[in-house]
Nanobody, 123 residues
Framework: QVQLVESGGGLVQAGGSLNLSCTASARTFSSANMAWFRQAPGKEREFVAVVSWNAFSTFYGASVKGRFTVSRDNSKKSMYLQMNSLKPEDTAVYYC????????????????WGQGTQVTVSS
């Protein structure tokens, strides 16, 4: 069982920055690929970014590429999402998720999810 806790969300003006964190409770964290997803009201869950278990590989959704950076620190069992140049359309609940063995952008492939953290970007 893996428990994930996100933090760092909040209200920010357009053009600002936020840094999200996701901390895991599992001993097997270091072998898991991890991702960020987001979901805005009335919309489907959207892939944001994924980082491989060893941090050697990352991949981003088209809407955030060049503005967001995903990273992880296995010694702290944590993953991070640095979000710069935020736009009102980035407003959503952001979730972290874990999958073992796959490097994937598909939400249904992820087994464990956090409770989410709200990010609101005002114009």
């Amino acid at each position: 069982q893996v428990q994930l806790v996100e933090s760092g969300g909040g209200l920010v003006q357009a053009g600002g920055s936020l840094n999200l964190s996701c901390t895991a409770s599992a001993r097997t964290f270091s072998s898991a690929n991890m991702a960020w997803f987001r979901q805005a009201p009335g919309k489907e869950r959207e892939f944001v970014a994924v980082v491989s278990w060893n941090a050697f590989s990352t991949f981003y959704g088209a809407s955030v590429k060049g503005r967001f950076t995903v990273s992880r620190d296995n010694s702290k069992k944590s993953m991070y999402l640095q979000m710069n140049s935020l736009k009102p359309e980035d407003t959503a609940v952001y979730y972290c998720a874990v999958v073992f063995g796959q490097f994937t952008t598909t939400p249904n492939d992820y087994v464990y999810w956090g409770q989410g953290t709200q990010v609101t970007v005002s114009s």
